[in-house]
């Protein structure tokens, strides 16, 4: 289904996703490629990217497609923005406190997505938040695809860890929320406040 679907738009260097043309669609996509997977681990990617396939939210990467591409071996189809990890974006600096609160805010709305959908991320950092060009953050879902103990605690815990190595208030009580949803209205609070 999937390889005659996607054109490569540029070089395919192996462990680096790739832009390609959905032909079904026109748009211009980024491939993933999940490589030595054992069968039981594709049955279960595969299962996990049925919950979130086509899932559009502001602070989520859209996963259009995941299929196998060979043995052993799966590739993910996602929306294509232009983007750099959060890591590489702030070069590890923090940043003042009130933007941090504001980035986690956005994470966690989509995070909060995704648990309506019973979708624990499980792999929150700065490497799996993107900064785009135009400054919006996005979570990359690609990377939660293979976690298998992922879950809602886990989460506000990557939540608040990501708020930490920001610069945000340490003594910020996320994990303590009890769901993504509340903890992105506390963060917008909390950054509203003089």
């Known amino acids: 289904m999937g390889s005659t679907r996607y054109q490569p738009l540029e070089p395919i260097k192996p462990g680096t996703p790739y832009r390609a043309r959905d032909l079904d669609t026109a748009q211009t996509v980024l ?11 594709v049955a279960r990617i595969l299962a996990r990217a049925e ?13 259009f497609d995941v299929f196998e591409s060979g043995p052993a071996s799966l590739l993910a189809a996602c ?9 590489r974006a702030l070069g590890g600096q923090p940043i003042n406190s009130r933007r941090a609160m504001e980035i986690v805010a956005e994470v966690a709305d989509g995070v909060a997505e995704l648990h309506a959908r019973q979708f624990p991320h499980g792999a929150i950092s700065s490497e799996s938040v ?10 990359d879902l690609v990377r939660a695809l293979s976690i298998d103990d992922a879950s809602e605690e886990s989460d506000l815990q990557g939540l608040a860890l990501l708020l930490q190595s920001l610069g945000g208030p340490t003594a910020f009580a996320l994990a303590a929320s009890g769901s993504a949803a509340v903890a992105a209205a506390q ?7 003089p």
Do not use: M, S
């Not at 929306?79 to 890591?87: G, I, N, P, S």
């Open 187 to 193: 963060l917008r609070e909390a950054a509203r406040a």
């Open 51 to 63: 919950r979130v396939r086509g899932v559009f939210h502001p602070a989520l990467i859209t996963i």
């Open 130 to 139: 993107l900064q785009t060009d135009k400054g919006r953050t996005k979570l």
């Open 79 to 87: 929306e294509f923005v232009r983007a750099q990890t959060l890591q």
């Open 31 to 41: 491939i993933h490629t999940l490589d030595g997977l054992g069968a039981a681990a």
